[in-house]
Structures are given as C-alpha cells and as structure tokens.
C-alpha cells in the first residue's frame, strides 16, 4: 500500500499509528452514506474513545457518544485492526444501541471524572 492512498492518521489508546485509506473512506461512505463529511468524528473514535471492544477476529471496535451528528445523537463505532507496529481502519458508523456491540466484552473503558 502506498501512502498517497492515505487520507488521514491518528494514534489508537495504545499508541499505535491507525490509517484511513481513500480506499476504505469509499467503503464507509458508500455503505452508510450519512457517514460522509464525519471523517474528524471517524479519527477522534480512535483517538479517544468511550470504550473498545475486543472484535470476534481480532479486530478492535472503538465506540465514542456524540450528542450532534448530521443525524442527531449518535455513537459513531469504528471497527480497525492494530498490527505490530501499526493499524488500519476497517470500518465505520452510527449506531443508536452501543449496547449491542458493547457485548463483546470491553477490553477498555475511558475514565469517568467524579
């Protein structure tokens, strides 16, 4: 894969660098075309999300709550894959039941302030 297929990069809670490929953003916003213009949403998922879930093949699935979303309020669920030194992204969309997905056990769960 070459770079220049690359759209954006950010940096998963374990430090690893995840990509999005113009490839893959296709894909999202071809699947759920409500999903198009929420690319910053897509990143800071993984940047910083409410939890993670531990995917059926070893896939992470990182879950982030958004009170506004071009669709109203939503949590956008993004499904990536971290390799040795780095990820990619698989997939992603809104969901209005977190609690579905959350059934795969989380593996991680952002802190709550007191």
């Given at each position: 894969?070459?770079?220049k297929?690359?759209?954006?990069?950010t940096?998963?809670?374990?430090?690893?660098?995840?990509?999005?490929t113009?490839?893959?953003w296709?894909?999202?916003i071809?699947?759920?075309d409500?999903?198009?213009?929420?690319?910053?949403?897509?990143?800071?998922?993984?940047?910083?999300?409410?939890?993670i879930?531990?995917?059926?093949?070893?896939?992470?699935?990182?879950?982030?709550?958004?009170?506004?979303t071009n669709?109203?309020?939503?949590?956008?669920?993004?499904?990536?894959?971290?390799?040795?030194k780095?990820?990619?992204?698989i997939?992603?969309?809104?969901?209005?039941?977190?609690?579905?997905?959350?059934?795969?056990?989380?593996?991680?769960?952002?802190?709550k302030?007191?």
């Amino acid at each position: 894969m070459q770079d220049k297929e690359v759209i954006e990069f950010t940096k998963s809670i374990s430090g690893k660098e995840i990509r999005l490929t113009f490839k893959q953003w296709f894909h999202i916003i071809e699947s759920h075309d409500y999903m198009g213009g929420n690319i910053e949403k897509v990143m800071e998922t993984i940047s910083s999300p409410d939890y993670i879930i531990k995917g059926i093949k070893g896939e992470l699935i990182a879950i982030k709550h958004y009170h506004n979303t071009n669709i109203g309020e939503k949590c956008c669920v993004v499904v990536y894959k971290e390799e040795e030194k780095e990820g990619f992204i698989i997939t992603a969309f809104f969901t209005s039941k977190p609690e579905t997905i959350r059934k795969g056990g989380v593996v991680w769960q952002k802190q709550k302030l007191e």
